[in-house]
């Protein structure tokens, strides 16, 4: 999806030649490192007083985290999830039934002291979300019950990088818990791998590879040999029906269960897990979850976990990365930037901002006070839509529309220049604009 101008079938020689011409500085631009870059754009930031892995969003890095949260609960919606809030939260004792405790402690915040009790920042939402589904009988009826949420959770990272956000002690995780019979996992799984796979289409995400991810050998893993066997044949059949290429990997499993892991790699090549789905036969077990089967009687639901774009800091961090601040329009803080040519353009500036704002668009005037076209044209060269209006656009309500990509248009209707942006932007394409109509 990031090189749509290559594909174009439209294409000239000369817009190939750009074409090519922009790759070059597509690959020059991942070279950036996202701690670098998100502080230059106003994204996020640290604070040595906050500490190491605990960063901040500026209004810009904001706006990008809530048109991605936004995405993704429309997603989960479309897709019969049901969104819950839970607290951050958790007594020790809820941990140690979820096994989190004994298999995952030392990445885990020590306890905290509270009227005699312990209470812990929590490793993951699966145990919150195991006791909401608790908190009421299910018929087999109501099954696959999905249960999303995006809430926070910790991690004791000692290594917590001050100014990134890859290596971060809270997170905010995509997360979601289906609660389904034995029958209903594989079209689940599948389900999530092909939601996955919308959401990099739309944010222009090439996962490096599939991983299913296995225990090994060591403690780390509850011991159930049956379950972890039952669990990885599902994953594996449903990797073989996919028809993905993919690779098994034994000591990367959760401790309750295989998964399966989508790889990215940033420009160096080190990889990282975005997205994942995973099988659990463990925490059913442990929460004692139930629902009532046709013949009345109580059968064990299965968990399956999955996370469509990982957590928001990673996934934040690497779209910095791959796209060298160049946002998908979509996802772009600023959507259109108006560049009214001389003072005396300046209203029909102001009106066009309104009209975006309006619709929805995210639009900033850059006027003549801060500098020549050119240098104002240079200034926003990561927003993706540029409207130029001279005396004879602002007379006849036209823009001259330049792309981001260096292609600049006739002038054009401005009512039709938003409404074509405001579709392109609702379809979360990642290309610009329609090929043919460029000069
Ligand atoms: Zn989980």
């Known amino acids: 999806m990031t090189d749509a101008l290559v594909r174009s ?11 090519v011409t922009r790759l070059t500085v597509r690959e020059e631009t991942t070279m950036h490192d996202h701690r670098k870059l998100g502080r230059e754009l106003g994204l996020f930031d640290t604070d040595p007083l906050i500490g190491a892995g605990l960063p901040y969003w500026l209004p810009d890095g904001a706006l990008v985290r809530h048109t991605l949260e936004e995405y993704i609960r429309d997603a989960e919606r479309r897709a019969g999830y049901r969104h819950v809030y839970s607290p951050v939260l958790g007594k020790r004792e809820l941990y140690e039934i979820s096994g989190h405790w004994s298999h995952y402690s030392e990445d885990m915040f020590p306890p905290m002291d509270l009227g005699g009790e312990q209470v812990l920042l929590r490793p993951s939402l699966c145990p919150h979300h195991a006791l909401i589904y608790r908190s009421r009988s299910h018929s087999y009826r109501e099954l696959p019950l999905r249960i999303a949420e995006l809430g926070g959770m910790y991690r004791s990272e000692l290594s917590g990088v001050l100014g990134g956000l890859t290596r971060v002690r809270a997170i905010q995780l995509n997360d979601a818990h289906i609660f389904c019979t034995l029958d209903q996992v594989a079209g689940e799984a599948t ?3 092909e939601m996955i796979r919308r959401a990099y289409d739309a944010l222009g995400i090439r996962p490096a590879r599939y991983r299913l991810s296995l225990p090994g050998a060591g403690g780390k893993y509850v011991a159930a040999p049956e379950m972890w066997q039952r669990a990885a044949a599902l994953l594996t059949d449903v990797l073989d029906r996919s028809g993905l290429a993919y690779e098994a990997a034994e000591g990367e499993a959760a ?3 295989p ?11 080190r990889e990282a897990t975005l997205s994942t789905v995973q099988v659990d036969f463990h925490q059913p077990e442990q929460f004692d979850l139930h629902y009532i089967g046709p013949d009345g009687a109580k059968h064990r639901p299965v968990m399956v976990h999955r996370s469509i774009i990982g957590s928001i800091e990673r996934v934040v961090a690497h779209l910095i990365e791959l796209h060298g601040g160049a946002f998908p329009a979509w996802l772009s803080p600023t959507q259109l930037v108006v560049l009214p040519v001389s003072d005396a353009e300046m209203p029909q500036a102001a009106a066009l901002v309104r009209r975006c704002t309006d619709l929805g668009l995210r639009a900033q005037i850059a006027g003549p006070d801060d500098g020549s076209l050119g240098a104002r044209v240079r200034a926003a060269r990561l927003v993706p839509y540029q409207a130029v209006i001279g005396a004879k656009e602002a007379a006849d309500d036209q823009v001259a529309l ?5 292609r600049r248009l006739d002038a054009l209707p401005a009512a039709e220049v938003l409404a074509r942006i405001g579709a392109l932007v609702d379809a979360r394409r990642t290309d610009l604009w329609d090929t043919v109509t460029c000069s």
Do not use: C, V
């Open 9 to 19: 079938p439209g294409a000239s020689a000369p817009g190939l030649r750009r074409s």
């Open 191 to 193: 389900a999530a791998l």
């Open 255 to 257: 401790f309750y269960g």
């Open 259 to 269: 998964k399966i892991d989508i790889q990215i790699a940033d420009s160096a090549g």
């Open 402 to 406: 330049r792309l981001r990509d260096g």
